[in-house]
Structures are given as structure tokens and as C-alpha cells.
């Protein structure tokens, strides 16, 4: 761990405004941790987090609304899940590197893991008999061609619904089923025909039909993208299952939040972006010109990950094994770029941005792998909520004028 992320005894004690006494009693109750300091035995420092997380549970009993109201802004955890673990600039899927189950696993056996713990159920999640979709939802795929992919998701789902009486069935089995018919129905929502082959090979056929050696490059993407943690989508779809809703209008609100431009609508700032890049001589001064007009550069920089998004970093290794070697250099050339000017590394958003243009992928794909992606994540956090039978329901602080005050 960096210094950085270390105090000294003097610090921790007056964040936590304490006395230094006290602060070593907490380290023997184990509510924090220290290391020696090398060179200097007889001195120790303390894990920065560790006084951060001990000071927020001090505030929220001193103030709960005001520790409620940090916790929904990149603050202290609101819910439990059992999920996704974001730790070390490292993330996990059930205890499983995401890094590593993207190079080695199927979409389906990600799903198959995070709805029902065990990615051989995949085989009989995604049966040949569950890939079949109704003659009028194939007419309306068809027909609806001409709209983003994205956009004929969110058409598909309400008819599809009404069809799906089994989806008012929200016991785990019964949730992961219906969740593998709303995964396919998506997948063939964005084909703009049924499709019944793996996800990855169904997308790949739609959409680079003569490079088959995509499929597993888009099979990372979308396992990249398959959850992360409490981020807007998820919580929405999480609050939608706690009013006992059924999992396609989980989907359907989640993907309404995920179009947002602080979210996976992100990816289409960071094609303009791109794309005048590819225009410019001097990557430097336009990431400056656009950092002056902005005060961000869309696609770095993320809060979770200062020292790098671990998704973006396969993607771009990705991207570079395409032997599009311009798209790869001017991905390079835009990272170095924004290092040096904000010290933010790239983003999910950014990756998924640069494999689609070294894959020639079709207009809005970045959206669409999310979107697909992001179904099995927003699936595993329904079958979370509706096992906790809780209603989502946080106060508001108010903070307007009081009853019988004059205004």
C-alpha cells in the first residue's frame, strides 16, 4: 500500500478526534489497523481507510441523516449484497476475479453464477427450449430495425411481459429462468432478428458476421459489464424489486437509468470525443481544449479505481490484438494524453468505445454491450431484493421552510 494511504498516530487521532490513548485501544479492539514504520520501530501507521470508515460510523450515530445522505455520494455501503466486491483496484464476482472470468468463462456461466451461485446451471438456464420468442415479439424485433438497439430493448420488454405470466413468480429458480428469457429476448432486440446461438456468437454474427475470433472478444465486454456493485442502474432495479415489481420492469427501469449521461449514456460522449480525435494532430492540446470546456474528460477517471479500471485495461489489450493499429495508437496516445494533463486513467466507457471502433462494430454497440452485460447484474440484484422482502424506502432530510415560519 501506497504512504498515501497511510497516517501517522497524530493524524488518525484528530480526524477521529481522539486521544492518542484511545486510538491504541482501537487497535487492539481490532477496529484499527497499523503497520510499523520502517527504520523506526517503535513508531506505526495507520491504514487510511480504516480511520475514514471508523470516522463515518462516529457521524452516522451522531447523525444519521446526514451519514445516510454521504452514503448515497460515493459513501459508506447502504445495502448488503453478496454480489460483487470492488477491492484494491481488483473486482470480484462472487469471490471470482471479473478479470479472469472474462478470459475464461462463458456469458452464461457469469449469469449462472450470479443468479444461483453455480455457473453449471448455466446449461439448463439457457436451453435450446428457452431461446424460442413468440411470433409477434420476433415480428416486432423485425420490424423495429431502424431504431438504436437500446431503444428496441426498452419497445420489447412490456410486450413480452404481458406474454410471461411466469414472471409473477419471484422465487430465485423461477427468477433466474425468467431472466434468461429476458437476456435472449434483448440479444435478439439488438440483433434486429431472433437469435438463439450464445450471446456472444449471436451478437457477433449481427454484427461482424466474417470475424468469428470477435465472439470472445465480445463475450469479455459483456462479462466486463455483466455488475458493479450499487451503481444507479443496479440500485433502481433494486428498488424496483423491493416493490415486489416483476423482473422485466426491473430491467426496464434499470435500463432507463442506464441511457443517463453519468452512466452508460457516458459511452456516447466518449465517441465524440474519439472521434474528433481522430482528427486532430496534437492529442495534448485537444484533451486540454476539451478539459477547458468541460472540466472532464469523458471516459477517465473513476472514483473507485485511482490507479486504473481493470475492465478498461483488458479491453484495451483487446482492441490492441486487432491489428487495427491507428485505433489502437490513438487509444494509447489519448491515455498518455489525459495522464499527463489529469493524472485519471481510462474508464469502462472509454474501453468499450475503442473495441468497438478496432472491431468496426455498428453505430451505439458501446450501449448495447452495457445494456446486455448489465441484464445479468440487474437480474442478480432483483433475486437479491425479492429474497429480502424489505421495501426501499429512505427518508429525506428536509431542508425547506418550516411550517408557520414567514417566508
Not at 43 to 61: A, H, N, P
Not at 228 to 244: D, G, K, M, P, Q
Amino acid at each position: 500500500m501506497p504512504d498515501n494511504h497511510y497516517m501517522t498516530a497524530s493524524q488518525a487521532a484528530a480526524m477521529l478526534g481522539i486521544s492518542l490513548p484511545t486510538l491504541y485501544s482501537y487497535v487492539s479492539r481490532g477496529l484499527l489497523r497499523s503497520d510499523p514504520v520502517a527504520g523506526q520501530p517503535r513508531k506505526r501507521r495507520y491504514f487510511g481507510e480504516d480511520v475514514l470508515r471508523l470516522k463515518e460510523r462516529k457521524e452516522s450515530c451522531s447523525d444519521p441523516a446526514k451519514a445516510a445522505a454521504r452514503g448515497l455520494h460515493w459513501g459508506s455501503p447502504v445495502l448488503e449484497s453478496s454480489l460483487t466486491l470492488i477491492d484494491g483496484g481488483r473486482i470480484y464476482y462472487r469471490g471470482l476475479n471479473a478479470i479472469e472470468l472474462a478470459q475464461q468463462a462463458s456469458v452464461e456461466e457469469v449469469a449462472a453464477l450470479l443468479w444461483t451461485r453455480d455457473p453449471q446451471q448455466a446449461s439448463s438456464l439457457f436451453s435450446p427450449q428457452a431461446q424460442e420468442l413468440p411470433r409477434n415479439i420476433r415480428y416486432l424485433v423485425e420490424k423495429t430495425s431502424h431504431l438504436g438497439p437500446v431503444e428496441r430493448c426498452q419497445l420489447v420488454l412490456p410486450v413480452a411481459a404481458s406474454l410471461d405470466f411466469s414472471a409473477y413468480d419471484l422465487r430465485p429458480n423461477a427468477v433466474a429462468k425468467t431472466g434468461a428469457h429476458i437476456l435472449r429476448l434483448l440479444l435478439s432486440a439488438v440483433c434486429g432478428q431472433s437469435a438463439s446461438a450464445p450471446i456472444d456468437v449471436g451478437l457477433q454474427g449481427a454484427w461482424v458476421p466474417r470475424r468469428k475470433a470477435a465472439a470472445r472478444h465480445l463475450r469479455a465486454a459483456l462479462i466486463l459489464c455483466a455488475d458493479h456493485e450499487l451503481n444507479v442502474s443496479a440500485f433502481t432495479a433494486r428498488c424496483i424489486a423491493s416493490a415486489r415489481a416483476t423482473p422485466y420492469e426491473v430491467v426496464a427501469g434499470a435500463l432507463a437509468a442506464l441511457k443517463g449521461q453519468r452512466h452508460g449514456g457516458m459511452t456516447a460522449q466518449v465517441e465524440v470525443v474519439f472521434q474528433e480525435a481522430t482528427r486532430t494532430r496534437n492529442l495534448r492540446q485537444f484533451l486540454a481544449k476539451r478539459l477547458r470546456m468541460q472540466e472532464q474528460l469523458p471516459g477517465f477517471g473513476h472514483p473507485l479505481y485511482p490507479n486504473g479500471d481493470p475492465r478498461a485495461a483488458l479491453l484495451l489489450s483487446l482492441a490492441q490484438t486487432e491489428g487495427k493499429s491507428a485505433v489502437a495508437d490513438l487509444a494509447a496516445g489519448m491515455t498518455e494524453a489525459a495522464r499527463e494533463l489529469t493524472g485519471e486513467h481510462p474508464t469502462l466507457d472509454f474501453g468499450l468505445v475503442v473495441l468497438a471502433h478496432a472491431l468496426n462494430l455498428p453505430p451505439e454497440s458501446p450501449l448495447a454491450l452495457f445494456a446486455l452485460g448489465r441484464t445479468v447484474g440487474w437480474i442478480a440484484h432483483a433475486i437479491e431484493q425479492y429474497a429480502d422482502n424489505r421495501l426501499i424506502r429512505p427518508r429525506a432530510r428536509y431542508v425547506g421552510v418550516l411550517p408557520g415560519s414567514s417566508v
